[in-house]
């Protein structure tokens, strides 16, 4: 699976963005897809993923964007889609997607992912 992500760009704070995460290949429903961000000189960090097709599609977020992030997934498209609302300057950073196939309960560790896309950059001024 080869994973593309774009939809990034400046924002103000309070906008909305979202990014897609474009995927090649027809084992794509099999995944669990996680999207992450990384700011300047920080770590990694999780943002969101959400579950395998035919399980429920269960989601799950960090703490900073939960009421404010959706994520969600088109199978027919290949595609799964991070919609960003109420965007707030801490949310600046480069966001990239990943798939992995580890058990539910460790989707928040990077290190479980393979298949990183390019990241796509969002920028939100105050």
């Known amino acids: 699976v080869q994973l593309q992500a774009s939809g990034g760009g400046l924002v103000q704070a309070g906008g909305s963005l979202r990014l897609s995460c474009a995927a090649s290949?027809?084992?794509?429903?099999?995944?669990?897809v996680g999207w992450f961000r990384q700011a300047p000189g920080k770590e990694r960090e999780f943002v969101a993923a959400?579950?395998?097709?035919?399980?429920?599609?269960?989601?799950r977020y960090t703490d900073s964007v939960k009421g404010r992030f959706s994520i969600s997934r088109d199978n027919a498209k290949n595609t799964v889609y991070l919609q960003m609302n109420n965007l707030k300057p801490e949310d600046t950073a480069v966001y990239s997607c990943?798939?992995?196939?580890?058990?539910?309960?460790?989707?928040?560790?990077?290190?479980?992912?393979?298949?990183w896309g390019q990241g796509t950059l969002v920028t939100v001024s105050s």
């Open positions: 990943a798939v992995t196939q580890i058990v539910w309960a460790y989707v928040e560790e990077s290190r479980r992912y393979s298949n």
């Open positions: 290949g027809p084992s794509f429903r099999n995944f669990h």
């Open positions: 959400i579950m395998r097709s035919g399980t429920g599609s269960s989601t």
